[in-house]
């Protein structure tokens, strides 16, 4: 039973435009939520995190939105670029600091920035 | 650093073989995931290991699959017999509590025939 949701297999965006991403969850128990990239061929990196005491966490270009109440997180890249074409997993994790127990992650969202 | 190494990249085997993946963390990071992506499943926990002990292990499909991490700089994990569903890309992470998250290996792409 996924208790990470990335409805969305595919998205394709518009250069220069916002892509969103979103992810839901079920488990109550996740404190701590993570957005990996993945080209392919190459494994995920860490893109932007963001604890369960904020509800928004910004990086550059990226931003991490949490509502806790809905079970609901989502990405923001904006603008969005080229080299944002990849896959997008969103994961979540326990109580105990970002890294420290395995990662339970989404099926992935594959973002494609059109020209 | 050269960030967390796993061999080979590719694996295409027999049904029934024996086969294993290894990985090498990020010297200095006690802590060691394998993860397996497929397409049904997505990327799922397998095992990990918190200074070489291993600590959930709930995540392995079958006693055909064991993992074993002898020092902090080395871990295997072993498929015996191989099955044509095993097929998938396995990475491995390591993490540091001074780290601000799981750095991922390139992965091994598995195919058993």
């Known amino acids: 039973d996924q208790q990470v949701k990335q409805n969305s297999p595919s998205l394709s965006v518009q250069e220069g435009r916002i892509s969103i991403l979103n992810c839901d969850y079920t488990?109550?128990?996740?404190?701590?939520f993570l957005w990996y990239k993945k080209y392919p061929a190459e494994g995920p990196t860490f893109l932007i995190s963001?604890?369960?005491?904020?509800d928004k966490n910004e990086d550059g270009r990226f931003t991490v939105f949490l509502n806790k109440s809905a079970k609901h997180l989502s990405l923001h890249i904006v603008p969005s670029q080229p080299g944002d074409s990849a896959v997008y997993f969103c994961?979540?994790?326990?109580?105990?600091?970002?890294?420290?127990?395995?990662?339970?992650f989404g099926k992935g969202t594959h973002l494609i920035i059109q020209p | 650093d050269a960030g967390v190494i796993q061999s080979p990249r590719h694996e295409v085997t027999e049904m029934g073989q024996e086969v294993t993946l290894r990985c090498k963390p990020i010297?200095?990071?006690?802590?060691l995931f394998w993860y397996r992506q497929t397409m049904m499943r997505g990327l799922e926990l397998l095992i990990y290991?918190?200074?070489?002990?291993?600590?959930?292990d709930s995540g392995m499909p079958e006693d055909r699959f064991s993992a074993k991490m002898p020092n902090a700089s080395f871990s295997t994990l072993k498929i015996q017999p191989s099955e044509p569903r095993d097929s998938a890309v396995y990475f491995c992470?390591?993490?540091?509590?001074?780290?601000?998250?799981?750095?991922f290996g390139p992965g091994t792409r598995l195919t058993v025939l």
């Open positions: 488990n109550s128990m996740f404190d701590y």
């Open positions: 963001i604890s369960s005491i904020k």
């Open positions: 010297s200095g990071h006690n802590s």
């Open positions: 994961a979540a994790t326990m109580p105990s600091g970002g890294g420290a127990d395995g990662l339970t």
């Open positions: 290991f918190n200074n070489n002990v291993p600590i959930d």
């Open positions: 992470a390591s993490w540091s509590s001074w780290a601000d998250t799981q750095y």
